[in-house]
């Protein structure tokens, strides 16, 4: 059974700090990772889909890598700003089913 | 470009009383749709899917059901609500024949409160 955990479950930081939210997954057969970020009381967003066959995404201030052997995940965010603050979830695409596998999220706040 | 909408934003409903939530995607046609439910401190639970008009896949046994009745309509609806339904519902959407290996687009949320 596919299971997803975030690692820390909440992260505050000043801002312009560099800092790197982690995702694990217990079963390397998956088709991607996606990571959504989500505002309170809000819906998600996707920030960044990662194929199996790829080793990173970028996109702006956001860089995430995927290591698919060792079941890892992280999503860099460079430079932190106070509109970072959003709890970050990441979700894995596995094999042989229709699920998509949710992590509970880290939620992170920058202070100014 | 696509949009989608899902109403209301919050409802607070009485044990016993029925549900109806509603969910529209534009910009797109045959989109795959999907019902997930978000409890307090808890991961992202799917609900139901989608992949066309009236076809429907429960993920999990409850007292809820949804429904396809046009290609870009989703609706969640249950005939008596369980405090257990208490949750922050949304719906997403996807396109492409991955279904859920394709990027997932979600609404902004219905907070329901059961009490």
């Known amino acids: 059974k596919q299971e997803v955990t975030q690692i820390p479950a909440a992260l505050s930081v000043p801002e312009g700090e560099n800092l790197v939210l982690n995702c694990s997954f217990t079963?390397?057969?998956?088709?991607?990772l996606q990571w959504f970020r989500q505002d309170p009381g809000k819906g998600l967003t996707s920030l960044l889909l990662i194929q199996s066959s790829q080793r990173e995404q970028t996109s702006g201030r956001l860089n995430a890598s995927l290591d698919k052997s060792s079941g890892r995940s992280t999503l860099y965010i460079a430079a932190s700003q106070p509109g970072d603050s959003a709890t970050y979830l990441c979700a894995v695409s596995p094999f042989n089913t229709d699920k998509l596998i949710f992590g509970t999220g880290t939620r992170l706040q920058v202070f100014p | 470009s696509q949009t989608i909408h899902q109403w209301p934003a919050t409802l607070v409903q009485p044990v016993g009383s029925p549900l109806s939530l509603e969910c529209t995607v534009e910009g797109t046609s045959n989109p795959n749709l999907y019902w997930y439910r978000q409890a307090a401190g808890r991961g992202l639970q799917l609900l139901f899917y989608s992949v066309g008009i009236g076809q429907i896949s429960s993920e999990v046994p409850q007292n809820l059901s949804a429904s396809r009745p046009q290609d870009r309509q989703f609706i969640l609806s249950s005939k008596k609500l369980l405090l257990s339904d208490s949750g922050f519902y949304l719906c997403?959407?996807?396109?492409?024949?991955?279904?859920?290996?394709?990027?997932?687009?979600f609404g902004s949320g219905t907070q329901l409160s059961v009490l």
């Open positions: 079963d390397s057969a998956i088709y991607n």
């Open positions: 997403a959407w996807s396109v492409g024949t991955g279904g859920f290996n394709e990027k997932l687009f």
